[in-house]
């Protein structure tokens, strides 16, 4: 729905709503202000002819005062005189007073002249109707000394007026001789004179009148229920009546009076009030008009040139197209910030894909740069490959050597230890004496040989035994064993030099049950001991050697080789487990010969079962200690 | 006091004849053979109490020899010392052999040993 068609439906309803607003409340309003008025102008007409009928009597009244008011007439009633009827009661002079009758009664009651003239022809004629009809209806009340009475009566020949005085003297003076009644027929004729004379229409019906028109009784009934009430109903669309009973002195129904009104103002309402609805619409059609028009021209057509401007740059994509409104207001304040904004978004948009351009170049010669990076990257890549490659057969080839020189050595050792093993036992079996008697320098010379075999097997297991731990070769095998055992083979094997350099060789074992059984390496744990106890056995010339078996601590046994020998001095505490180191004099000194590999051995073998070593060393001896956590892949843990 | 048999394989004829003699000084009846295959052919016919077997050996091997004794039931009253210099070959024979000594055996080991056989091998 566009705008415009929203405007023109709810201009069109809400005036569409006052009309119909209006149309009820003037129909309210002014059409019943109108049939008050009606009925209003209907009473009066009714009460008009009312008040025509009483002049019509109190004009009869004042005839009949004249005439009954002389002495002629007093008199004549008393004596008959026949000549006052020849002199004043001619045709002519009832006729000229517009008289239909007129009647004489004496004081009984009776009937003393009658006399009837038809007022077209102005000749007496028959009696109408039976004057003793109307004498009883006409009886003065007493109070009222002429005995002017009036009245509209019914009678045989039609409704009458008729009034009644008394006869008395032309002074007014008594005593009364009677009475006089005069009146007229009230025929057609005198109802059209009447009509004409008061310029409306009246009709005369019987009291009882049945009334044609439907809905009209209850009026008439309401009107002759209550005698002094006007009835007013409209009888059609251009008449309305109005009615009144007219009553005799005592109180009877004599004639029902319709006075009928034209609806002239009533019509005369309606008309205006079409004329006013019609003037409404008219007026406010224009007003639709008008106001469309006007806002088309003031705010819908230049909304909608906006709407087609945005349109068209939103359809070309086109910002810079411009963007215009006529005159000076919210829609022109509207067009101008629209086009301001679109300025904005072209200049924003411009940067935007300048910035894309740039952003473009700069990605391009990034990429440029990558590449050519990669470039570099793949050559530096492959040339490490190369050198990786070189350096892999290197190592290979170093390997290769390693367990060449590893093998080699192995093979001289095993080589070695038949014909070491030839000497040192033919020395131990000379010594022994086996072969005959031995001199003491025989005996020295014999146990310098069995020293100086233990010591080159010692040194060809160490060297075997650095090559292969080099080599990687060393590999734990782990098992239970009786730590108690081990030491007690270790120290069996150097007991004898220890005895020969006259050291005690002590064993002081924990008995903690915790040491009774441990997991490890057996051959590996003995190379570490024998090392330790030969090396203090070496450094020892006085004193003794104590192999310990502990626990220092709940996670960890160890083993301390314990001598009393001169020490080592600080500065070397740091490179004695280094392999091939020199001690210096007073250690060559004392030993006479180079530590070698021993210390190295054993630390390397000590970290290969995931144990550590420390020594603690002052100028009474040395302490070196070896302790392995029990629950290791390494050591194991006591059963 | 029966003489106790015992058999010494080992292809060093020095060394073989040292233990012989140490063993021979303690009363065991020694035969000393050089190789695998003269051991074997002597084993057919004798079943020695101690069997001192060189693991290095020529033709046949120690431990095919010590595969051979355990096989054969006549032999399982033998005691079997393999002697060797080889740490990685003993570690393989402790698995069958009775005791194993490695080179450089001392003196007190062979003197212990036999002891231990003329004490009755308790």
């Known amino acids: 729905m566009t705008l415009r068609r929203k405007t023109f439906v709810i201009i069109t309803t809400i005036l569409l709503l006052l009309v119909l607003f209006l149309y009820f409340l003037s129909r309210i309003i002014l059409l019943n202000s109108y049939l008050q008025l009606e009925e209003n102008i209907a009473r009066n007409n009714t009460s008009r002819v009312l008040n025509a009928l009483a002049r019509e009597l109190e004009q009869l009244s004042r005839t009949t005062a004249d005439w009954a008011y002389w002495d002629d007439t007093y008199y004549f009633v008393q004596d008959r005189n026949e000549a006052y009827i020849a002199a004043n009661l001619t045709d002519g002079t009832l006729a000229s007073l517009h008289l239909n009758f007129l009647i004489l009664v004496d004081n009984d009651g009776e009937v003393v002249l009658s006399k009837f003239v038809d007022l077209e022809t102005e000749m007496e004629t028959g009696p109408m109707f039976n004057p003793e009809e109307i004498v009883p209806l006409l009886v003065p009340d007493f109070t009222d000394l002429k005995g002017d009475v009036r009245s509209i009566l019914q009678t045989s020949g039609g409704p009458v007026l008729a009034t009644s005085r008394y006869l008395l003297t032309s002074l007014a003076e008594g005593p009364v001789q009677g009475r006089l009644i005069l009146g007229y027929m009230l025929d057609d004729s005198k109802v059209e004179d009447l009509s004409q004379t008061l310029n409306t229409s009246l009709r005369l019906h019987p009291p009882t009148f049945p009334v044609p028109v439907d809905g009209l009784q209850p009026v008439v009934t309401a009107v002759q229920t209550n005698p002094a009430a006007i009835a007013v109903y409209p009888i059609d669309r251009n008449t309305v009546a109005g009615y009144a009973l007219i009553s005799n002195l005592i109180n009877q129904p004599v004639l029902l009076l319709e006075v009928d009104t034209p609806r002239e103002v009533y019509q005369q309402g309606l008309a205006t009030f079409t004329y006013y609805i019609l003037s409404l619409v008219i007026v406010g059609a224009l007003f639709i008009v008008v106001t469309l028009l006007l806002l088309d021209r003031i705010v819908l057509s230049r909304l909608n040139q906006l709407s087609q401007r945005v349109d068209d740059i939103r359809r070309t994509g086109d910002l810079t197209l411009p963007i215009q409104v006529d005159g000076e207001d919210e829609l022109s304040t509207l067009a101008r910030e629209t086009r301001e904004m679109l300025s904005e978004i072209a200049a924003f948009k411009e940067a935007l894909e300048n910035s894309n351009l740039e952003l473009e170049a700069r990605v391009r010669q990034r990429t440029e740069e990558l590449l050519a990076a990669n470039e570099a990257l793949r050559v530096e890549v492959s040339q490490r490959e190369r050198a990786q490659e070189q350096l892999a057969a290197a190592r290979d080839q170093a390997l290769e050597a390693l367990n060449l020189k590893t093998q080699i050595l192995a093979n001289i050792s095993h080589d070695a230890r038949t014909p070491l093993n030839i000497v040192s036992l033919r020395a131990e079996m000379m010594l022994r004496e086996s072969y005959g008697q031995v001199t003491p320098k025989q005996k020295d010379a014999l146990e310098t040989i069995l020293l100086s075999a233990h010591e080159l097997l010692h040194f060809i297991n160490n060297l075997l035994q650095e090559s292969q731990t080099r080599a990687n070769a060393a590999r734990l095998h782990n098992a239970l064993f009786s730590l108690n055992e081990v030491v007690q083979e270790v120290v069996a094997l150097t007991r004898p030099i220890a005895e020969r350099k006259n050291l005690k060789l002590n064993v002081e074992i924990s008995p903690d049950s915790s040491l009774t059984y441990l997991h490890g390496d057996v051959s590996c744990l003995k190379r570490i001991l024998s090392n330790l106890v030969d090396n203090a056995i070496k450094f020892t010339e006085y004193g003794e050697v104590t192999v310990r078996g502990f626990l220092p601590d709940s996670d960890h046994w160890a083993i301390s080789v314990t001598d009393t020998g001169p020490g080592i001095a600080e500065a070397d505490m740091a490179s004695i487990f280094e392999a091939f180191w020199q001690a210096d004099g007073s250690i060559t000194r004392t030993a006479g010969r180079g530590v070698g590999l021993g210390l190295s051995i054993v630390k390397q073998m000590t970290l290969l079962m995931e144990g550590k070593v420390t020594v603690q060393s002052n100028s009474s001896g040395s302490t070196f200690t070896v302790s392995f956590p029990f629950r290791t892949a390494g050591s194991g843990g006591g059963v | ?122």
């Open chain 2, 1 to 122: 006091m029966a003489e106790y048999q015992a058999l010494i394989v080992e292809d060093d004829a020095a060394l073989g004849s040292i233990f012989a003699e140490v063993f021979d000084s303690c009363g065991l009846q020694t035969t000393v053979v050089k190789d695998g295959r003269l051991a074997l052919t002597w084993l057919e016919d004798a079943v020695p109490d101690l069997i001192l077997l060189d693991l290095h050996l020529p033709h046949i091997s120690g431990l095919e020899i010590l595969d051979n004794i355990r096989a054969n039931s006549r032999l399982k009253t033998a005691v079997v010392a393999v002697v060797t210099a080889d740490a990685m070959r003993s570690r393989e024979a402790s698995k069958k052999a009775d005791l194993v000594l490695t080179k450089p055996v001392s003196l007190n080991q062979l003197l212990q040993l036999a002891e231990w056989f003329n004490e009755g091998r308790d």
